[in-house]
C-alpha cells in the first residue's frame, strides 16, 4: 500500500522553507506529491488538478509572498471546491490573509518551526488517524472564518 499523498502549495521565493515540511510530512507517513512542471500550460494546470485531486492532505505555506501569488490562490480554490483536507501551515506570524486563504479554519494553522510540531499536527490529519479515515473532507468545517483572519 503507499502511503497517502500530501500536496504542498507554495510561492517559488519560499523554496527554503519547503524542505521543512516535507521532512515532517515524511517523518509522518505522507509522500509528497510531484509538482508537475510550469503553471499555467494546459497540461501543467491539468496535472495540478490531478495531483490535488488525488492528495489525502492539501497543506498551504502562508507567506506575505504565498497569499499574493495567482496559482497558489488558485490550488487553494481547488481543493476547497473538492472538500480535501486542508492544512494551512503558518509561515510567518501576523500575516493578514486575504480571499481565499480567511476561508481556512484557524484551529488547524500549524506553526513551521518547531519541526516537532509541525509533525505531530500533521500526523493528526493523516488518514489514519482517529477521526480521519477517508472522505478527505476537513474534520472542522464549522471552523471557517470570515475575511482577514490573522494567522497567529
Known amino acids: 500500500m503507499t502511503s497517502p499523498a500530501l500536496f504542498l502549495s507554495h510561492a517559488r521565493a519560499d523554496a527554503d522553507l519547503v524542505p521543512d515540511v516535507r521532512r515532517a510530512a515524511y517523518r509522518t507517513g505522507f509522500r509528497m506529491s510531484m509538482e508537475p512542471g510550469t503553471p499555467g500550460t494546459g ?8 495531483l490535488i485531486g488525488e492528495c489525502a492532505v492539501f497543506a498551504v505555506l502562508l507567506t506575505s509572498r504565498s497569499v499574493h501569488r495567482p496559482w497558489v490562490r488558485w490550488e487553494l480554490s481547488h481543493a476547497l471546491r473538492l472538500g480535501k483536507r486542508i492544512a494551512p501551515i503558518a509561515g510567518e506570524q501576523d500575516l493578514l490573509l486575504p480571499p481565499p486563504f480567511d476561508r ?18 500533521l500526523a493528526r490529519l493523516h488518514p489514519a488517524a482517529a477521526y480521519g479515515g477517508g472522505g478527505g473532507r476537513h474534520p472542522c468545517p464549522q471552523a471557517l472564518q470570515g475575511a482577514n483572519t490573522r494567522v497567529s
Do not use: E, I, S, W
Not at 43 to 50: F, I, N, S, V
Not at 104 to 121: I, K
Open 104 to 121: 481556512l479554519p484557524r484551529v488547524t494553522h500549524l506553526p513551521l518551526r518547531p519541526m516537532g510540531t509541525l509533525a505531530t499536527r
Open 43 to 50: 497540461d501543467a494546470t491539468d496535472a495540478l488538478a490531478g
